[in-house]
């Protein structure tokens, strides 16, 4: 049974830098499309950012582009999201993703205060 458990986020100044960490299991890593999404407080989750099998091409959201970079070791099994110029509105639960695990993990609280 596939499984994803995100970590790393936290609270940081507008401003700062977080990476966030999921780590997969349970499924061919390797051979999976991933996703990040955030929700925000009395939001729809929305999709943050998405990386290919193979870690060569990556979208992201018009409101990440620049700021947050996603990447991925397949030898490890892990995806990551590192997020720069954190700014308010990226507060949120930020949740790993793949089409072959239909349940959401717990996610990962990211919030950006002064």
């Known amino acids: 049974q596939g499984r994803l458990v995100e970590s790393g986020g936290g609270l940081v100044q507008p401003g700062g830098s977080l990476r966030l960490s999921c780590a997969a299991s349970?499924?061919?890593?390797?051979?999976?499309v991933m996703w990040w999404y955030r929700q925000a407080p009395g939001k729809q989750r929305e999709e943050v950012a998405?990386?290919?099998?193979?870690?060569?091409?990556?979208l992201y959201a018009d409101s990440v582009k620049g700021r947050f970079t996603i990447s991925r070791d397949n030898t490890k099994n892990m995806l990551y999201l590192q997020m720069q110029d954190l700014r308010p509105e990226d507060t949120a639960v930020y949740y790993c993703?793949?089409?072959?695990?239909?349940?959401w993990g717990q996610g990962t609280q990211v919030t950006v205060s002064p």
């Open positions: 993703k793949t089409l072959l695990i239909s349940d």
């Open positions: 349970g499924f061919t890593f390797n051979s999976a």
């Open positions: 998405h990386i290919t099998s193979d870690g060569r091409a990556a």
